[in-house]
């Protein structure tokens, strides 16, 4: 199936990764030492926990593609179970 048909898979994708950003908006971050690099940080997120600054990024990625990876293996809506084709699907999962 073309995912790019499903209104509903489209608002679900969106509605989920712009989630995922905003629990991981950094709201305070401190100071701790450096390293060849420059400053590092401790980060407080908008959902509570604490990360090193670096490490924010790839924890977006990695729960963005969790998500990629619930969607593709069937997209339950109304009691109904879509299944859509993978290659469609990563490309409407990038542009959203």
């Known amino acids: 199936m073309d995912p790019n048909t499903n209104s ?3 608002k679900y994708i ?3 990764k712009k989630l995922i950003k905003k629990l991981y ?3 305070d971050h401190e100071a701790d030492g450096c390293d060849e690099f420059g ?3 401790w980060v407080e997120c908008k959902n ?3 990360y090193r600054d670096w490490e924010v990024n790839s924890i977006i990625k990695k729960e963005i593609d969790k998500l990629y990876n ?3 293996n069937g997209f ?3 009691d109904t179970t879509y299944y859509f084709n993978t290659q469609q699907l990563e490309i409407l999962f990038n542009s959203l």
């Open 39 to 41: 400053i590092t940080y």
């Open 14 to 16: 969106k509605k989920h």
């Open 76 to 78: 339950k809506y109304n």
């Open 48 to 50: 509570g926990e604490t």
């Open 25 to 27: 908006t950094i709201v």
């Open 8 to 10: 509903n898979l489209k």
């Open 70 to 72: 619930e969607v593709s």
